[in-house]
Nanobody, 124 residues
């Protein structure tokens, strides 16, 4: 199985910087692209940034030029470097690992791999 664990969340002030880390373990060969998602209470979970297995990145417009997604394959880690954070960035941030098609699903109700999330709160 694949396990993803996020760390680095916390309470920060607007304009501050924060770095999130996702550590993958288990059958890491089952992970293709990886991404960070976030979810505010009462809202749908949204994609924030994505990085392909080859290193190609994608960012949503609201965080482009402020956040940077990166990874270290030798350490099985995914990072989200956040700068100039804003109150609207407040959310639970989740690490996502795209499942390679030949690998088993993590559970009956999940298609990809997910961490438990880490809370990021930005005060004004």
């Amino acid at each position: 199985q694949v396990q993803l664990v996020e760390s680095g969340g916390g309470l920060v002030q607007a304009g501050d910087s924060l770095s999130l880390t996702c550590t993958a373990s288990g059958d890491t060969n089952c992970i293709g692209a990886m991404a960070w998602y976030r979810q505010e209470p009462g809202k749908e979970r949204e994609l924030v940034a994505r990085i392909s297995s080859g290193g190609t990145t994608y960012y949503i417009d609201s965080i482009k030029d402020r956040f940077t997604i990166s990874k270290d394959n030798t350490k099985n880690k995914l990072y989200l470097q956040m700068t100039n954070v804003k109150p609207e960035d407040t959310a639970v941030y989740y690490c996502n690992g795209g499942r390679v098609g030949t690998c088993p699903r993590p559970s009956a109700d999940l298609y990809d791999y997910w961490g438990q999330g880490t809370q990021v709160t930005v005060s004004s």
